[in-house]
């Protein structure tokens, strides 16, 4: 019984898997179908409470709707999260029981990879399933890079719509997490002249960051207050708080990590502050454009995802000019631009 969870919307359908011999617990979440299928990954994580576990779920899929409405694409907002760590728990027999709830779902719900799920698995499950996207078998493969690309044009859009210019050499950036994103994202600053400081909890991914792109090196929290331009968080969530965004001193945040702002104050907070933040489900949305592309007609063709990722800049451009006009944080306009493409198609 989840319904004393408050400050949720309605969501349309929340399942329960749970097989105790294979080690598998998982919650898959539809949050709406309104404009087409509910798409969106399967997390596997570690959460110590299933109630943590389903307000990852129901969080990540709203924030999966907002993603697509405001990307144009045909999709609903789903998520699953399967309560486990992806190094130790996650094995055949698990992923064999996730699959085969995945079955009885009825294609209301389309998975791929998220945080904990590979392309392998990826691909092992779509032996066992319909409905997941993302696999290397036929499908658009890894989504990483397109959600790396999206998240460069918009970091530059913000920087243009700070400094009139986007214009990277010389540019003080920090980067959170050297993961599949943050990895591709560094190699495309580094490229145009950006100076970088990196954190990640692998020491041989910083090692190699500071080999190959000059990085300087800072451990855990100590990048949040980097001396920087741009901080660009591509670990984890709830990144930005009543505690981490006094010590900023960044002035744009712009990363790819899901649900950065720990609570719906932390928006008004970044403004408080004058930090220009781009919204997490708007420039995050390139890998998701590029799964969309294996739905279309004709199957997929990477020449149509390119020049959607490409508008991802656009989008965040008039996200910051509507904030500025009517005077309201970037991401309470982008909610409301997705809400009114949801409730126009809902009518
Ligand atoms: P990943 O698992 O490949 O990389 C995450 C990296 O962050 C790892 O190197 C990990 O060691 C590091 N990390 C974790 N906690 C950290 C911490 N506290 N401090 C420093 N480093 C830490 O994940 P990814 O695919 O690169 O995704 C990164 C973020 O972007 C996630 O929040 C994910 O949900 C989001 N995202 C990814 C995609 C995609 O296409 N991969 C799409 C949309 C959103």
Redesign the pocket.
């Known amino acids: 019984d989840v319904r004393h969870l408050q400050g949720f919307d309605h969501h349309e359908q929340v399942w329960l898997g749970r097989d105790t011999a294979r080690g598998l617990t998982a919650i898959v979440s539809v949050h709406t179908t309104v404009l087409g299928p509910a798409l969106g990954g399967t997390r596997i994580w570690p959460h110590t409470s299933f109630e943590s576990g389903i307000i990852d779920a129901l969080r990540l899929s709203r924030g999966m709707t907002f993603k697509s409405a405001i990307a144009g694409l045909p999709l609903g907002g789903g998520k699953a999260v399967i309560i486990a760590d992806a190094k130790t728990e996650k094995t055949p027999a698990m992923l064999e029981a996730y699959a085969e709830m995945l079955n009885t779902l009825q294609g209301q719900y389309i998975t791929a990879?998220?945080?904990g799920m590979t392309l392998a698995d990826a691909d092992f499950l779509a032996e066992r399933a319909p409905n997941v996207s993302g696999t290397t078998k036929g499908g658009s493969g890894n989504?990483?890079p397109?959600?790396a690309e999206g998240t460069f044009v918009g970091l530059k859009a913000a920087l243009r719509h700070r400094t009139g210019s986007d214009d990277l050499a010389g540019v003080r950036v920090a980067v959170?997490?050297?993961?599949?994103?943050?990895w591709s994202l560094c190699q495309k600053l580094h490229t145009e002249g950006a100076v970088l400081t990196v954190?990640?909890?692998?020491a041989v991914?910083t090692a190699r960051a500071a080999e190959t792109f000059g990085a300087t090196v800072v451990s855990?929290d100590a990048?949040i207050a980097a001396g920087v331009d741009i901080f660009a968080p591509?670990?984890?969530?709830g990144i930005l708080s009543a505690d981490t965004i006094p010590l900023l001193k960044a002035k744009i945040v712009a990363g790819?990590?899901?649900n950065q702002l720990a609570t719906a104050e932390d928006g008004q907070r970044l403004v408080t502050r004058g930090i220009l933040y781009a919204p997490d489900y708007v420039i995050?949305a390139?890998?998701?454009i590029n799964v969309a592309a294996e739905m279309g007609d004709g199957g997929y063709d990477v020449a149509t995802v390119t020049p959607r990722v490409a508008r991802i800049a656009d989008t965040l451009s008039a996200i910051f000019q509507r904030a500025d006009s009517e005077g309201r944080t970037t991401d309470a306009v982008a909610e409301a631009m997705a809400r009114e493409i949801v409730e126009a198609a809902r009518k």
């Open positions: 990879e998220d945080v989504p990483s397109f959600t959170q997490g050297l993961g599949s994103v943050g954190c990640d909890l692998d991914r855990g990048i591509c670990a984890l969530g790819a990590a899901n995050n390139g890998g998701v």
